[in-house]
């Protein structure tokens, strides 16, 4: 049967409602007292509603709903009502010795006559007079109205009393199996929140991007896949506890919840999502409830932008007022006393806000969404009981900013009652770091720098040196310039970088551990998953007819037709497909010459082809053959002959293999009824055959098209594109639209797996000299205009392509593509292939956009980066990503300047992508093939913590490495003179080379001066060499071979010059 049926589960919760049925005295369970039998009737399944109770109780015993189904509890026994097929399924309940009879009634159908199942069923239940049931649901069906008839007329129509409290009370608390089931629904609904509802916010509002709350809304919804389409695993990856969830089973509740200013806020559940655009200032709420077997988890989430004190204030009561309510929601609390509770705390702390508060505070959840029986309200006197789960919403409406704007505070969480307080399940974007984005401030403070800047450069020259802060940090730091916006004004968040950076790489390497023992648990004793090399039969002709004529001769013959050397062995022309044959050699002896045909065979030691396979290797093999001839002109043609259709057949081996990932894509679908949507006078890389023109880019149905001036034509899916960027000409002379693809597709004769569309961003300028202007203008007036008709340009390039991009993005419907831009403010140098070129993050790659060959590398296929020669002197660093396929290739990125090691590691320690150092290469070809042989014992050596360094998580050298800067810090505080100087001096490296010691270097041995030493040193030589005449910033620090002249009264300033020019 395809349906399996959880007996043992159905069996223990029918016994929980019979006990319930016995213990009605109890408050929660008053409605079963004295009925006669319990009845769930499901009808007709209806469309576009929240799930009944009558079906969230079949579910919750079943495991599957059963539409047209009838379940009626007596005293002692269980009967249904339902047809053949569901009877089928059913029949799985009767197991011998069953702990509650079963009994089945089967509906006839339509063709066979009356049906008397009903009926029959009425008879079996005897004497019912106040029978138990849902009378609120209105079921329709034909098993409804049969029943309802056999009822009247056999049973007299008895009393149906209304048991959906009960019934809510009964699934209330939770078992171990369904509470792992709603962890792992906290747990999608709180990633999507965190890592793309709020990432995705953060992008729009700082880019100023139009999107409505709809199209928002849907994107979320896209990302856990649908029919015909993949979970987006970038997003779910990011959490550890996803690892092993089956997606199939997770399904969205209802649709995300975006609401902003333009939109007006509703706190009801399940909001309609606005098409009017997001508001950009203000307030943003964001929900979303994921189900997981059949159960539900929620989260709420307000975002604000540039916040007052007094929004703040409010949000820090709400997170307050929520850890209250969280002590308060614990084993025998009575759901009243909740909400009592919440406006108590209102009342004592801001009692302004209590007309602005919910009617209630949240609502028990489970396979039903919204238990009603269950609601934090002020009238509800249930208790709450250890194991329900909540849905705690604390929210406030109707608020008004200092502008007069209205705007509404909502945070809600799916919560696990204990026996002393509520646990909250979906934990994240909460703080107020993480929810409050601030703009104005940076913008207003720019303005004001710049206005006050001409003032101040007057009034006070000295104060465009840098200077030191009190805390020891150089204001406007590298380390600082990468951070978000609040993190860089605070100035304290720096010191604990390099801390946080270190226990966050711990967590990592723990976590990327754990997830390849997991991984490749069940590979035990096999290669790792990588394939083998298998046998492949050649035929080179069906039968004898089909050899070729000249045999006849029994002379050595080449068919380069068929691939095939024939040869004469005992008078029978025998044939050896040109693959058998591994090489021909000719030797000449005497007056003959010998021709040696040497063949593929196993037990020979020929490097990369030793494991070459046959389909018996125990059988007996011909190694070679030799010929004899006199004619050595013939025989030196056969070689010829041979030797070449043998490098043919290797070379079409080759392209074979090299085109074996290249994908034959779908037809385009053209757009019917308008034109479509075009970008003008664009040029592509690969470019096309022929000269280079200019074509357009066309947005087509399921996506893009290339035409070019020839009538050459590029066709590209949305199915097919991974990544889509858009990479503005800002200090680039090329504007770009690129598509980093799924599968290669060929142009022209060669593959590719980048397309790019581009247009130049300047024209070339010409300067009319002589001409009229010259007699009004004098001066520089022809350039700024230039320059500034150059900007325009650029503006407007980078508005056309930008906009185009997102009408691709809008048009991938469920592709759900979205437009990523290169981070500038990220970006470093380094040579990934022969040419050093300028390598930008994204929001999910590394990207070179504007230098064939182009990188993209995706961060979320990252399995590790290796920072290779990391050590004291070198200015020179590599950096290794390893893939989590680890048949690829690891990707190497050279050269990389040093002074960009501490960005790096702090990019990729914001990415998420663990790191390791080392002082020299290490052999990754010959690494990748030891792990590829085993990779599950690989990791139960270790893993990653071979590599040493931030892998191994070395205590020791993380502790000389904090030791060495604070005491670094504290001389440097203690003597600012000598700071300064060694900061104007043009030995740079050696403040370069601290921060290496400081990075983990080879000097960290105990041998040797420490710090203090080390500096008290320098200092000592500094002043001597100032006593001597010669300053810091001389050539050699050696003495000179004659003594200087006794310098003159006021000759100070020249010996300073010639210092200074001979820098």
């Not at 009558?54 to 339902?82: D, H, N």
């Not at 191994?952 to 800067?965: H, T, V």
Request: proline share 4%; aromatic share 8%.
């Amino acid at each position: 049967m395809s349906v399996q049926l959880n007996v043992q589960q159905f069996y223990a919760r029918a016994s929980q409602i019979f006990s319930s049925w016995n213990s009605h005295k109890l408050t929660e369970f008053e409605a079963l007292a004295g009925l006669d039998a319990l009845q769930i009737l499901v009808g007709d399944p209806g469309d576009d509603e929240m799930l009944r109770k009558s079906t969230a109780l079949q579910t919750w015993l079943l495991g599957y709903e059963f539409p047209l189904t009838l379940m009626v509890f007596a005293k002692e026994k269980i009967y249904f009502l339902c047809s053949s097929s569901k009877a089928k399924i059913l029949h799985q309940l009767e197991i011998p010795k069953a702990p509650i009879p079963i009994q089945i009634f089967i509906m006839a159908k339509a063709k066979d006559g009356p049906n008397e199942a009903p009926k029959q069923l009425a008879e079996a239940l005897g004497s019912v007079k106040r029978l138990g049931g849902l009378p609120k649901e209105q079921q329709t069906g034909k098993i409804v109205d049969d029943w309802n008839k056999a009822l009247e007329e056999h049973l007299g129509k008895p009393e149906v009393v209304d048991i959906a409290a009960a019934i809510g009370s009964i699934m209330a608390i939770k078992d171990e199996e369904e509470l792992k089931n709603v962890r792992t629904a906290a747990h999608l609904s709180s990633t999507l929140m965190t890592h793309q509802l709020a990432s995705k916010l953060e992008l729009i509002l700082d880019r100023q991007s139009t999107i409505s709350h709809e199209s928002f809304s849907k994107q979320l919804e896209s990302r856990l896949g649908s029919e015909g389409k993949e979970p987006d695993m970038r997003i779910w990856s990011k959490n550890k506890h996803l690892a092993n969830v089956d997606f199939s089973s997770a399904e969205l509740t209802f649709s995300p919840v975006i609401q902003s200013r333009t939109s007006g806020y509703d706190l009801r559940v399940a909001a309609e999502p606005s098409t009017e655009p997001l508001a950009h200032k203000g307030v943003v709420l964001g929900t979303i409830s994921i189900r997981y077997k059949g159960y539900s988890a929620h989260v709420s989430r307000t975002f604000f932008v540039d916040p007052s004190k007094e929004q703040e204030g409010i949000y820090s009561f709400v997170l307050s007022l929520q850890s209250e309510l969280l002590s308060k929601l614990r084993d025998g609390t009575p759901a009243k006393d909740v909400y009592a509770h919440a406006i108590s705390y209102i009342k004592q702390k801001k009692p302004e806000l209590e007309k602005h508060f919910t009617k209630n505070v949240g609502f028990g959840m489970g396979i039903e969404y919204r238990d009603s029986s269950y609601l934090l309200s002020p009238k509800n006197a249930r208790q709450v009981k250890a194991g329900m789960i909540f849905n705690l919403s604390i929210g406030f409406s109707d608020l008004e900013d200092k502008d007069g704007n209205k705007y509404a505070i909502l945070v809600s969480d799916t919560v696990k009652v204990g026996q002393e307080k509520a646990v909250c399940l979906t934990e994240g974007t909460k703080g107020t770091d993480e929810v409050m984005f601030f703009f104005q401030d940076e913008t207003t403070s720019k303005s004001k720098s710049k206005a006050d800047s001409p003032s101040k450069s007057k009034s006070k020259p000295s104060s465009a040196k840098k200077v030191a802060s009190p805390s020891g940090k150089m204001v406007g730091s590298k380390v600082l310039r990468n951070k978000t916006r609040q993190q860089s004004a605070d100035q304290d968040a720096s010191a604990s970088t390099l801390a946080r950076i270190a226990a966050h790489q711990k967590e990592l390497h723990a976590q990327r551990l754990a997830d390849g023992l997991d991984r490749f648990a069940d590979d035990e004793g096999d290669t790792g998953g990588k394939e083998r090399k298998t046998w492949k039969r050649f035929q080179s002709y069906k039968g004898d007819t089909a050899l070729p004529k000249e045999v006849d001769s029994m002379r050595i013959h080449v068919d380069r037709r068929n691939m095939t050397i024939v040869v004469p062995v005992h008078g029978f022309a025998v044939p050896f497909h040109i693959n058998t044959i591994k090489n021909v050699s000719k030797l000449d002896e005497g007056e003959f010459t010998y021709l040696r045909i040497n063949f593929q065979s196993p037990g020979q030691l020929t490097g990369r082809k030793e494991d070459t396979p046959f389909e018996d290797p125990d059988a007996t093999f011909i190694r070679s053959l030799t010929y004899r001839s006199a004619d050595a002109i013939h025989f030196d043609d056969l070689a010829k002959q041979i030797t070449e259709l043998k490098k043919e057949a290797n070379k079409r081996e080759q392209e074979k293999k090299a085109l074996a990932d290249v994908v034959e894509q779908a037809e385009l679908i053209e757009i019917k009824g308008r034109r479509p949507t075009k970008l003008p006078e664009v040029f592509v890389r690969p470019a096309l055959d022929g000269k280079r023109l200019p074509g357009e880019v066309e947005i087509h149905s399921n996506g893009i098209r290339y035409l070019g001036a020839g009538g050459q034509k590029i066709d590209i899916l949305y199915s097919n594109i991974k990544h889509l960027f858009f990479a503005p000409c800002d200090n680039e002379m090329l504007v770009i639209i690129h598509c980093h693809l799924k599968s290669p597709i060929i142009i022209g004769k060669r593959k590719s797996k980048d397309v790019q569309f581009y247009r130049e961003a300047s024209d070339v300028q010409f300067d009319e000299t002589g001409n009229r202007k010259r007699k009004y203008r004098y001066g520089d007036e022809d350039e700024i205009e230039l320059e500034q008709n150059e900007r325009k340009r650029r503006q407007q390039l980078n508005k056309e392509f930008k906009h185009f991009a997102e009408k691709i993005a809008e048009a991938s419907g469920p592709e759900s593509l979205e437009v990523d831009i290169p981070f500038r403010e990220l970006e470093f140098e380094g040579v990934p292939f022969r040419t050093n070129v300028k390598l930008q993050p994204t929001t999910d790659c590394l990207v070179q956009l504007f230098d064939p060959p182009f990188l993209v590398v995706t961060l979320s296929e990252i399995e590790i980066a290796s920072l290779e020669r990391v050590q004291f002197g070198l200015k020179q660093f590599d950096l290794i990503f390893i893939f989590n396929d680890f048949s690829k290739t690891p990707q190497h990125i050279n050269s990389i300047p040093v002074k960009q090691l501490d960005s790096v590691k702090e990019w990729l320690d914001s990415v998420e992508i663990p790191m390791a150092e080392g002082p020299v290469n290490l052999n990754w070809g010959q690494i990748m093939k030891t792990i590829n042989e085993n990779p599950l014992e690989f990791f139960r050596e270790g893993g990653w913590t071979f590599l040493g360094g931030t892998a191994a998580g070395s205590d020791k050298s993380g502790s000389d490495e904090s030791d060495s800067e604070s005491e670094f810090e504290g001389e440097s505080d203690d003597d600012v003179p000598s700071s300064s100087d060694s900061e104007e001096s043009e030995f740079d490296d050696g403040s370069d080379a601290s921060d290496d010691e400081g990075s983990g270097s080879e000097l960290d041995d105990d041998s040797g001066d420490d710090w203090d030493t080390l500096e008290k040193k320098a200092a000592k030589s500094d002043n001597k060499a100032r006593e001597s005449g010669r300053g810091h910033d001389s050539d050699s620090d050696r003495p000179k071979k004659k003594a200087p002249a006794k310098a003159p009264a006021k000759g100070s300033g020249k010996s300073s010059a010639k210092a200074n020019g001979r820098r």
